[in-house]
């Protein structure tokens, strides 16, 4: 069974930082494209950010571009997603992903939607960033 589980999220004043963790079990990262996606409140769900494990490779959206840094450690088989800079606009619930399509999770970040394809989801984990 696959599963990846968040963790890490909570609430934080403007300008903090976070550092949220996707531990993945049931599938080797290195053979995926992870990604990050957040749902704020009466929003649709977005790409944000993703990592080819096998790589190293990065891609993020512009929203974020600078202030979140993705990151994997391979033997951990964890993604991580450090946030620095925050602002309350940043307040979603962030969701990481796990897609053997590369494409869909890289038009999901550009397109700022969910595209079809994600193989698989965690529950989320919520970050608050307060004024």
């Known amino acids: 069974e696959v599963q990846l589980v968040e963790s890490g999220g909570g609430q934080v004043q403007a300008g903090g930082s976070l550092r949220l963790s996707c531990a993945v079990s049931?599938?080797?990262?290195?053979?995926?494209?992870i990604g990050w996606f957040r749902q704020a409140p009466g929003k649709e769900r977005e790409g944000i950010t993703c990592?080819?494990?096998?790589?190293?490779?990065?891609y993020s959206a512009d929203s974020v571009k600078g202030r979140f840094t993705i990151s994997s450690d391979n033997v951990k088989n964890t993604v991580y997603l450090q946030m620095n800079s925050l602002k309350p606009e940043d307040t979603a619930v962030y969701y990481c992903?796990?897609?053997?399509?590369?494409?869909?999770?890289?038009?999901?970040?550009?397109?700022?939607?969910?595209?079809?394809?994600?193989?698989?989801w965690g529950k989320g984990t919520l970050v608050t960033v307060s004024s």
């Open positions: 990592i080819g494990a096998s790589d190293g490779s990065t």
């Open positions: 992903a796990a897609a053997a399509d590369l494409l869909a999770i890289m038009h999901s970040i550009v397109a700022g939607t969910t595209s079809d394809g994600i193989d698989y």
């Open positions: 049931g599938l080797r990262i290195t053979d995926y494209t």
